[in-house]
């Protein structure tokens, strides 16, 4: 859980970007309108749960559960695959994070509050069922 150190984790892989962003720019187009500021991966979120594994699979399995799980306690979660990005290139972040050579920040969740709330979902049409 990266709750109490969370601005100083942050910190450390905002200055990462940024100073990827002018080669990012160069391929990816999307890169083009990205601004990174100083909240750019939790989004002044109050904690994130950042899900280490040597199993990929394994790791995302765990992430969805724990999205699922928050969702349904009444909490906003947004994935940040882009800071298990920076995370997993940056030497000093790992080592202040504890990883261990072999494991993997596979996704880090935001957890927070919604500003948004949603009355209700998207209209579904009927399912047709054959029975054979």
Do not use: W
């Amino acid at each position: 859980m990266l709750k109490d150190e969370i601005d100083r984790f942050e910190k450390i892989a905002v200055k990462l970007f940024r100073r990827l962003l002018p080669l990012m720019r160069l391929f990816i187009p999307m890169a083009k309108r990205m601004t990174i500021d100083d909240h750019f991966f939790f989004k002044k979120a109050p904690a994130a749960i950042m899900v280490v594994s040597r199993d990929e699979v394994n790791g995302a399995l765990a992430a969805a559960n724990m999205e699922l799980m928050a969702e349904a306690c009444g909490l906003g979660v947004l994935y940040s695959g882009f800071f298990s990005m920076a995370v997993n290139k940056c030497r000093s972040l790992r080592r202040k994070l504890g990883l261990k050579r072999g494991e993997r920040a596979v996704m880090t969740l935001v957890i927070g509050y919604s500003n948004v709330t949603y009355r209700r979902t998207v209209q579904k049409e009927a399912a047709t069922v054959r029975q054979f």
